[in-house]
Structure formats: structure tokens, C-alpha cells
């Protein structure tokens, strides 16, 4: 059985950084890519970064692009998003989630794609 279990979340003041972590418990990673989403008060969940698994290539959504950067540790089956320069509209919960075999995967910013899912981290940038 798969699990994610996310880590690292919390406040900051807005230009801080914080990083999270995400460990996939169960078998050896396989599938196509791993990545963070968010969700805010009232909004409905969007794409934050993702990494493929095999050959590393990253995604990021425009808001993020240049201030977060998503990595993989292979061997410990973790995937981590450094997170900079923090603006409050970066408050959110924070999920990982998981593209494994079997999924239906159809590209790594489509929540679609993935089918495992971490409990999520609340992330809270203050002004």
C-alpha cells in the first residue's frame, strides 16, 4: 500500500522560505512523476511543481516559477519543494501527490494524473 507523508509545513513572514518534504512509504516509486499541489481557502486545487520521476525533468506553474524548485531523492523515494521568497498569496495546504503505475496519466500539471495523495500541509505567509 502506498502512502505519502508530507512534512516541513508552517508560518512564515512573507520573503521567508520554507521546505517541504514528501516520503512515499510502500513499494519502490514506480511511475511516471511526483508533485505538489495546493489548496486555498475557498479555491479549488492547482498545480504547484512537478518532477519526473525517470529522467528528472521539472514543471512548475507560472506563480512559483523562479522563487520554488521541486527535487527527488530516488533511493528514498522522497520528493522535496524548496520554497522562496514566500508571498502570503502562497498560503495554502499544501498536497504531494503521487503519478504511480496505474494511474491515468495524462500529463504532470493535470490532477488527473495522479492517484496518491498525501493528508497535505498547511503553509501560512504572513505580511
Known amino acids: 500500500q502506498v502512502q505519502l507523508v508530507e512534512s516541513g509545513g508552517g508560518l512564515v513572514q512573507a520573503g521567508g522560505s520554507l521546505r517541504l518534504s514528501c516520503a512515499a512509504s510502500?513499494?519502490?516509486?514506480?511511475?511516471?512523476?511526483m508533485g505538489w499541489f495546493r489548496q486555498a481557502p475557498g479555491k479549488g486545487r492547482e498545480f504547484v511543481a512537478a518532477?519526473?520521476?525517470?529522467?528528472?525533468?521539472?514543471y512548475y506553474a507560472d506563480s512559483v516559477r523562479g522563487r520554488f524548485i521541486i527535487s527527488r531523492d530516488s533511493a528514498k523515494n522522497t520528493v522535496y519543494l524548496q520554497m522562496n521568497s514566500l508571498k502570503p498569496e502562497d498560503t495554502a495546504v499544501y498536497y504531494c501527490?503521487?503519478?504511480?503505475?496505474?494511474?491515468?496519466?495524462?500529463?504532470?500539471?493535470?490532477?488527473?494524473?495522479?492517484?496518491?495523495w498525501g493528508q497535505g500541509t498547511q503553509v501560512t505567509v504572513s505580511s
Open positions: 510502500g513499494p519502490t516509486f514506480s511511475g511516471n512523476a
Open positions: 518532477i519526473n520521476w525517470s529522467g528528472g525533468g521539472t
Open positions: 501527490a503521487a503519478a504511480w503505475r496505474g494511474s491515468y496519466y495524462v500529463g504532470p500539471k493535470d490532477v488527473l494524473s495522479y492517484n496518491h
